[in-house]
Nanobody, 123 residues
Framework: QVQLVESGGGLVQPGGSLRLSCAAS?????MGWFRQAPGKEREFVVA????????YYADSVKGRFTISRDNVKNTVYLQMNSLKSEDTAVYYC???????????????????WGQGTQVTVSS
């Protein structure tokens, strides 16, 4: 069982930036970030494919968020710029245990999950 540990959340003003990290205890393949705001379902934010580091973004964060990974450290990062109040949520790191070429945007297709880190965007 692979453990995912997120860090980097916090309180930031609108227009500010945060960088989230997710460290995996073992080998993973496709990895992604999801988020869940109070009273809402968990939603896809971004994912990165293990095969070639191709990235896939939700329209709501395209151009503002950037995902990257360090395969040596088994860590994935989420750089979040130009943050808005609607970005406020608990952010979860997710990983796939299988080497799939297809990158899913659905919660059910990921096998490992972190505990979540709170991101609050407020003045």
């Amino acid at each position: 069982q692979v453990q995912l540990v997120e860090s980097g959340g916090g309180l930031v003003q609108p227009g500010g930036s945060l960088r989230l990290s997710c460290a995996a205890s073992g080998r993973t393949f496709n990895m992604g970030w999801f988020r869940q705001a109070p009273g809402k379902e968990r939603e896809f934010v971004v994912a990165i494919r293990w095969l070639d580091d191709s990235t896939y973004y939700a329209d709501s964060v395209k151009g503002r968020f950037t995902i990257s990974r360090d395969n040596v450290k088994n860590t994935v990062y989420l750089q979040m710029n130009s943050l808005k109040s609607e970005d406020t949520a608990v952010y979860y790191c997710a990983a796939d245990r299988l080497s799939k070429a297809f990158v899913s945007r659905f919660v059910k297709d990921y096998d490992y999950w972190g505990q979540g880190t709170q991101v609050t965007v407020s003045s």
